[in-house]
């Protein structure tokens, strides 16, 4: 007990020193800084989007399109359609090809563009390469059957155009695809 | 010194006399403490057991002959404990000094209040604000002091206008971490992110803050613009836009306002990653039946090296943090994987991940050398990190939704990525041990790849 209070004393008296040396500590220094905020963020440019092709002519009565998208050639729907995580053709694609290979040379002053895409799972990035791949295989089968490449483009939307925004296996199913667009009538 | 800090825990818990003995103790060797006070370590980060130093934010005061300002203390002071919160460093102390220090004659500087004030209830450091508003003009002082040292680490003042106040309260809250652990604060870095509505096939880039404060749209050109990615002075920001019907590279100058075309090759130019300088770029590009990777001039577009030339392809490149290699996504043996590459020409690659089937999108701190990637276990999607080695693998989300592309905050403690909630991709924060999850937007717009600056 004594001790206790031996030791309250001693303490109650560094406190008092404590009190005291904080109180004659020199004032603190502060450094100083103007603050302006970061440049705004915004781009000047608004640049415009795809420009709008043209209908095809009424001689090419064969082909069914939604804008400049092919969606049906003699009975022959299209998109076509790809496995997860491949770009391999399907039986029934190359077929579709071929009708769309045999109208093509029906009508020699059209050129397509293949735009290759991918379901919603999987990385952004490595989709790319794969839509990338798909468009090619189509691209690839297309000459083979005599189509020119020169009147073949090939693009690659990766997972970024869904043609179907839920996530169910059949739209996943819908989206692994390639779309056929008329870029010269 | 750190020795007496942890003593004086274990004391606290048992006596008030205890704990005055210890100030006597304290005012002993005061005079032996070293005179820089900077020096002194306040956490040791590699410690496997780091605890979080107790800190009390005291309410904000008015400056000397200033109005007090409700809203203003109350957002001020809400900012400096949200952030130092997150930070991981520190546990927060609630308040207590409503208690505690009562009459306003207790001051900012050293020798206006009383530190016992604060030791007692557990604050080993305290953050006092002082704040003064004048038309738009705001001044903000703040002052960080060690409570047991009964010294100021650091004090700043900083004037701005007001609409800059989380600016302000950001700033200090990275100047605490970076005295008391040494590591550059997250709180005034950017988050750029692709937003997307659906049944809508734009796709536009924003930015927010690291809290997902004061949202701005970057891109406004109503196409599809992916894959952003901030410069390490935080100053530019590539993407690639397929407002010209390729995916081609961009680049944004901020401080210039000027947005440039870095390369337009036919195929894809996407998923650029910036090198620690900011002069050079590593992205996939098409060459003949693959996406490869490659190197490119960060000034003029031109492509300095093809790194890969496979029968696969490659994605998502990013550097070491030596610039000596670079970590990547390869399907060569049948499925994505990651490997690792000398930038040297010829240089061989080692195979990072093993372990699933679908590993992709890695980001590479170069805080501490960690991996954190994107790996498909059981069929869906989680954030995993690994070492360059190939070891300490470990999986961090265990999520009944897709968890993806992830990446490293500025000084590697937290991990940004995208997480389907309810059916929209949203963003989420954690820690680099996979706690502390928060998630940081609400809003129905689709994010996706989410890229983190470092402090502008």
Known sequence: ???????????????????????????????????????????????????????????????????????????????????????????????TLSELAQWMKNNPSVDIRIDGHCDERGSNEYNLALGENRAASAKKYLVYLGISPDRLETLSYGEEKPSCAESTESCWRENRRDDFILTRK | MVSIMKNRKYFLSNSVIATLILILLFVCTNAGLPARLEAKVYLELDSPNLRRIPLSVAPLQPLCGFEEDLEIALEGHKILVDDLEFSTFFELLDDPSRHLEKSRRCGLSLGSFDFRNWSLIGAELLIKTGYSISGNKLVVEFRLFDTLAGKMIVGKR?????????????????????????????????????????????QELYSCDYDAHGRNQITKNNSINISPAWSHDANKLVFTSYRRNNP?????????????????????????????????????????EH?????????????LRRLTKSDANQASPCWSPDNSEIAFVSDRSGNPQIYITAIQEGGLWRRLTKEEAYNSDPDWSAHNNKIVFTSRVGGIFQICTITPDGNNHRQLTFSRSNCEVPCWSPNGRHILFTKKISGVQQLMMMDDKGRNLKQLTFDKMGKKSPSWSVNR
């Open chain 2, 158 to 202: 900083y004037r701005s206008r007001k609409k800059n106040l989380r600016l302000l309260f950001h700033k200090f809250a990275n100047q605490v971490v970076k005295n008391i652990t040494g590591l550059p604060g997250e709180f005034t870095s950017k988050i750029a992110f692709c937003g997307h509505h659906k049944n809508q096939s734009a």
């Open chain 1, 1 to 95: 007990m004594k001790v206790a209070k031996i030791i309250l004393a001693l303490a109650l008296t560094a406190s008092l020193i404590f009190a005291l040396t904080s109180c004659t500590c020199k004032p603190d220094s502060i450094e100083e800084e103007k603050v302006t905020q970061p440049e705004t963020m915004s781009t000047p440019s608004a640049i415009s989007s795809q420009s709008e092709i043209a209908k095809p002519s009424a001689g090419s009565d064969e082909v069914v399109m939604i804008g400049n998208r092919i969606v049906d050639i003699g009975n022959k729907v299209y998109p076509i359609y790809f496995e997860f995580d491949k770009s391999e053709l399907r039986e029934n694609s190359r077929e």
């Open chain 2, 248 to 288: 081609d590279l961009y680049l944004i100058d901020f401080l210039k306002g000027k947005e440039t075309r870095l390369t337009d090759r036919r195929g894809i130019n996407a998923a650029a990653a910036w090198s620690a300088d900011d002069r050079h770029l590593t992205l996939m590009q098409r060459y003949e």
């Open chain 2, 291 to 303: 996406s490869e990777i490659t190197i490119i001039s960060a000034a003029s577009g031109e492509t």
